[in-house]
Structures are given as C-alpha cells and as structure tokens.
C-alpha cells in the first residue's frame, strides 16, 4: 500500500487529526491542514509546495524573508528551500482549515517541457521558485484551482493542475521573496533544533536574547550556532532578530495607536533611535510613515 508522501523524513511529520494527504501513487499531491499541526514547522524538502493560506494571520518565513501572511496568502516555494507560517491569532481550539498545500516533484516537469513546447512557461516558473514566489490577486482563484485539482484523479487532474500552474506562469503581479536560492546543505541538518527558536518567536524572540544563550540552549558552541543559523536562514541570527522584531512592529503599528515609543520597547528594543533606524533599513520608511501607509491602504505591509 503507497504511504502517504507527507511521511518522507524531510518533509513535515505525520498529519495531525483532521488533516489529509493523497499518496506516493502520483506526480500531484494535494492536502490540506488547519492551525496548529506538526505540518506547520520550519522546514524543507525535495520538492515544490504551493501553499494558499485560507484562514489566521502571523509571519511567514521563506528563506532569508520574513514578512506577514494574512488569508488569501499565495507562495510557491521550491526545493529545500525553508518555510514557515506562524499564525498568531488563532483561536481557542485552533483552526481545522488554514492551509491548502499541492506538492509535486519538478524532474518529470522539466524533461517534459524540454519536448513539449505547449509546457515551455513552466521552467521560467519553476526556476523564480527557488526563492519563493508570492502571488497578488490570485487568493479565490487559487483556492478554486486547488479544490477542482484535489477532486480529480487521472488525467482530469493532470489537466487541473496544468490551468493552475498557467495562471501563475501568467500571474505579473508577484514578487520573489527570499534573496538567495537555499539549498540547504550541511545546515539544514539542524532546522530541526532551530525549529523551537523560530516556532517560539513570537515570545521568545521579543526578549532580550543572545548567541550565546541560544546556543547553550541547543547544546552547541557559539561559532557553530552562528555559522549553521547563518547557513540554515540566509540570516546572521541578529539580523534574523531584527526583522521578526520590526515586522511584529509593523503589525502593531498597523492594528493600534500606542505609542511609537512603547512599541519599540514591547518588540524588544531598549533604544528607540535604533529601533528607528531599524525599522527604516528593514521597512524602507519611518515607523510613522509605515503607520500612515497601513491606514491609508487597510491592508498590513502592502
């Protein structure tokens, strides 16, 4: 009997109750979880995912980027390359629906495309997801496309999947999120021990925190913990740091009036000029012109 492709090592763990998956039986695979599950860990794997968020908001991690997710969410993400969405406002008792995933494997795409000229958009595709690609405006046609491709079987599927993978070639409103392709490496080799850090950040991260009080954490030595989060993230673990802290910022700039003052120091900051100055390297404006932005536009770091 096929094993569900979701067991492989490297891909998430076993699914959590109430989340399903198809089998190894074909090149498509579709499945869907809610919030919180083993699935949702910072992770890679050998194949691409598509993932279209549906319900929660919190920050995703793809690569070295670090930015908010709200439902309607839409990021091809390719081989080993990292991933992560932290939902941060989930309910009591959690959410049975947040994630609608297609995971399929590119080799067999690629051989095709080089002897089928119809499938020659795929590549350009495909090669963008090595960084991660967000799609705009794609949220209820994407969720369509994956629930006719999940109904399907056979050839009605391939032909699902072949639509939904032609409205993203054609998609132009979109960005590459992570600046490097991550291969992953030696270092991916201890995203799991990472995983708590990243998975607690919310918390965690807000507080004055060290190198060397994570590495002890994790057993390691300071050089190596710096090296292997550096290797693993696209991120010095600093800089990694900074962003969660400025976009919570972000978030909170956005959702209330407080004080930009009282912000900076709930974030982590204990100096406001350099919460300032980081905020305008990470955000590329002022906390008060991303504040105005965000009301102007209702929508967080649109």
């Known amino acids: 009997m096929p094993q569900p492709r979701c067991s492989v090592n490297q891909i998430p763990p076993a699914l ?151 409205d993203l070639a054609t998609c132009t409103h979109h960005r590459v999120l992570s600046s490097m392709p991550m291969q992953g490496g030696d270092a991916a080799d201890i995203l799991p021990q990472l995983e708590a850090l990243i998975l607690a950040q919310p918390t965690t991260l807000l507080r004055p925190i060290s190198v060397a009080a994570c590495a002890v954490e994790l057993g390691m030595s300071a050089s190596r913990f710096s090296r292997c989060f550096r290797r693993a993230t696209g991120n010095t673990f600093t800089d990694f740091v900074n962003r969660v802290r400025i976009h919570r910022a972000g978030q909170l700039l956005a959702e209330s009036d407080r004080r930009i003052v009282d912000i900076s120091g709930e974030v982590g900051f204990q100096n406001v000029a350099n919460f300032n100055r980081r905020f305008l390297e990470i955000q590329g404006m002022t906390p008060s012109e991303f504040r105005r932005r965000s009301l102007d536009r209702g929508v967080l770091g649109r």
């Open 16 to 166: 959590a109750k109430g989340d399903g998956c198809d089998t190894l039986s074909g090149l498509i695979h579709c499945f869907s979880h809610g919030f919180p599950t083993p699935l949702a860990r910072w992770h890679h794997h050998d194949v691409h995912e598509l993932h279209i968020i549906t319900s929660t908001s919190g920050q995703a991690f793809v690569g070295d980027w670090i930015g908010p997710f709200h439902a309607g969410h839409v990021v091809l993400v390719g081989p080993r390359l990292p991933h992560n969405w932290v939902s941060m406002d989930v309910p009591v008792g959690g959410v049975v629906e947040r994630d609608l995933v297609i995971q399929f494997d590119q080799a067999p795409l690629l051989r095709a495309s080089a002897t089928i000229p119809e499938l020659a958009d795929l590549s350009p595709l495909l090669e963008r997801a090595s960084n991660g690609i967000e799609f705009f405006g794609m949220s209820d046609r994407a969720v369509a496309h994956w629930r006719r491709t999940q109904a399907s079987q056979g050839l009605r599927r391939w032909v699902a999947f072949c639509e939904f993978m032609a």
